[in-house]
């Protein structure tokens, strides 16, 4: 029989087994050190430059990169300083990544895990809404929201993680219905607990390795539609920028300068990698059965 | 020269920079046309010795020695190579038939395949073959079944399906891994009768793995038992069964219980005063899947079951998979019941609100079949056991009650340095303490078993049996006790009721059922039943179950057994038996028309005979591994 921690031994949660297990992956590590570089950039960089993301010095125009200079990471067409437009188009991406997934998430599971845990009618209401919601088409439905409410970045929020929930909440419902013929899911009925309860304490938590997977590949997912927004016009307006737009401005000069391009495109490609490492090293984190890895 | 000489076999898997050494230094003989039985606990090596000779091992499985067929070696062979010996010279049959055969193809498609590709026949010929060898296991009608696809078969005809494929290319070795495990008893017996058959008329030796020692008594010549990957015992069938050399076969040929011994003594129950729990026409009906064009779009489970559970007895159920043991058993905790009442302690359990509910599903606790399943992977033990306390609003918080969970571990013969442990860390054994340990925690009045011992070892099954008897003692439980097993059923039972189909058909104290059965039903299981012992096993008459359970949503009219049943009549296609008292015993109930006038008799056990009066040793093992 089983030997070992005394009696006494501190209780072992969930958050802090997955925090071992976070340290002792270097790629995980490694990943977060990453981003957190490039958050920390985003954030104060704006406010160290001298630059403002805005001005326009027409006699500056593309000038390639001096890191000993005056512009790191080169000027534009129009001859704004480069660096401050990455980091403050940074400050937009990864808002939108964070906000929409979060929006995504937290709405989907709960959709999802309550329609497919209930099942029956209410299953069968719930999921038609969502197919509702999946049948406007999503440039119509962002259109109508410029026109209705006029140019916002908000709405680009609300627009992008009114759809992006709509995935999740699907996959989560088949999840869960494969959870809910567990033998753990009825004994926790019998016991008598709160359908609540069993959402949230049995079923949600059985999830997590697929609802993380499926978050750090829609944070990347989301990062692209804003930026094809900011391409058709509907997204963020000139001046202000963000990692896909300032892309789309490099393809058109890429030749000439191809620093217009490159860096934006380095720092977008980076963050989306680091993520996606994330992902994989939360989702391993987060499972008990990899704990004595 | 053996027609297969395994030397010196070693298993090893690397895991995780870990090795598992699966297997050590197995030799094995196996002369033609002899049966071999490999015996063993889950975990022995069994399995594995018998992938490592069909060249199936996994990725990161290694094997070493020397596998001799006919003098040559085809361990560790190329894919090529193998395919020209699996099939044609070495055939295997898994445990599980539903997993075996893909659903997309037809069984004709499926099993010519295998013809066209070997013995390079053409569709025409193959099809004839396939319908020849269908016949030979006893498959009826066998040439209208061929364009059937699997899902439309029953578990024991999917089973003949499998061994026919293995038959197909007339092997000289048919490796049968716990063929009859996932079967009910009926349909294992006659697929045990059906292996000694085919042996016969197709000259094949047999190498039959399994955990059940009553499986192999009537088939195998020759025993090995396994332990830890090592072969401990070796010899004929019927000197391991009378003089087992090593404490764990004797262990393991104890452990088992059997019907052609006495039963343990049960205590005394008093049946005078009020139930504690009391079921009233009971119904469990399903939606179907895909309802039918005409057909029902719903299918019932339970069909009207009363029952009563008097305090500190102990009810046994028994009866074949699909019987609605477990429908029943849910049912009784008001969880999808359809109709019919469940009273507890006199009051009806739908009617119950705010306290006394709570104090009801306190009093009603569940103990589950699959021991790992039935805990939540990512909560540790302690959270696990101390849930229904939380739920019940007997704790505030987490953790605010380790010392009774400590309890409650050492109580079920576990400790308190697994309170942060996760279920997969523990075995089946240990998982199902852990359950029973969970519920135990409310301090329960009354405790379902569905099945909770059918999923682990004879040895394991026998510490969990004795520890239920122990806590029945103790704490004055009612068990209703679900199983498929029914000399498991018998060890620990005061009542059994026999179900067949949704209905309950026999019903009666437990001596009184086992040694004068009074449904056919009853009489067939107990007929079934394997029994441990080479003597007994070949010296018993087994008629063979002519028809398998017709699909319970299509039942014919009048008795639902009468298909299967010798003594039918008229009478019992005409009109449904009721469940009625018999010679006046209130205690004893029939449901069968010819019951009064039916001279069953005694189930058979060879010549020893069921032996008359209980006085046999209680039940008592020690320790267990686990």
Redesign the interface.
Known sequence: ???????N????S?TRHALGAMARDKLFAACCVVLGVIVLGVIVGPWLSPHSYYAINLEFAQQPPQFSGQHWFGTDDLGRDLFVRAMQGGRISLMVGLVATIVSLVFGVVWGATAGYLGGRIDHLMMRVVDIFYAIPFMFFVILLMVLFGRNIILIFVAIGAVNWLDMARIVRGQTLALRG???V?????????RP?IIFR?IV??L?GIVVVYATLTVPQVILIESFLSFLGLGVQEPMTSWGALVQQGTQVMSTAPWVLLFPATLLAVSLVCLNFIGDGLRDALD??D??? | MSLLRVDDLNVRFET?GAEVHAVRNLNLRLEPQEAVGIVGESGSGKSQAMAAIMGLLSENGRATGSVLLDGEEILNLDEKALRGVRGRRLSIVFQDPMTSLNPYLTIGQQLSRVLIEQRSMDEAMARNEVVRMLDAVKLPAARRRLSSYPHEYSGGMRQRVMIAAALLCRPDILIADEPTTALDVTVQASILQLLGELRESFRTALILISHDLGVVAGVCDRLVVMDQGRVIEEGPTETVFANPQTGCTQALIEAVPRLDRPAPKRRDVDRSGEPLLQADKLMVRYPLPRPGWRGPRRFTAVRGVDLDLYPGETLGVVGESGCGKSSLA?AL?D?GRDSGEVQYLGRPLSGLRGEAL?RA??DL??V???PL????????I?QTVE??AI??GLVGER?AC?SRV?EMLERVG?????????P???SGG?CQRI?IA?ALMTQPRVLICDEAVSALDVTVQAGILSLLDGLQRELSLAIVFIAHDLAVVREVSDRVVVMYLGRVVEEGPVHALYTAPRHPYTRALLQAAPIPDPVIERRRDRPATQFEIPAPWNLPPGCPYRQRCAHATDTCAASLPELHVLDGDAARRVACHHAETLALGAPDYGDLGPSGVGTGAPLTVSSPP?
């Open positions: 029989m089983a030997s070992g921690a005394a009696p031994a501190p209780r072992h969930l567990r033998e753990f009825q004994a926790a009925e019998v016991i008598g607990a709160s309860r049995h938590p059985n997590l008990p059965k704990r004595h890895r | 995780d849910r905790l969880i709570r599903r306190r606790t569940f589950f079949q699959d399943g039935s805990l939540d992977p990512r909560m540790t302690e849930e229904p739920v019940h953790g380790r400590i576990l400790d308190a340095s697994m309170l942060n442990r996760y997969h860390e523990f240990q359950g969970r686990e």
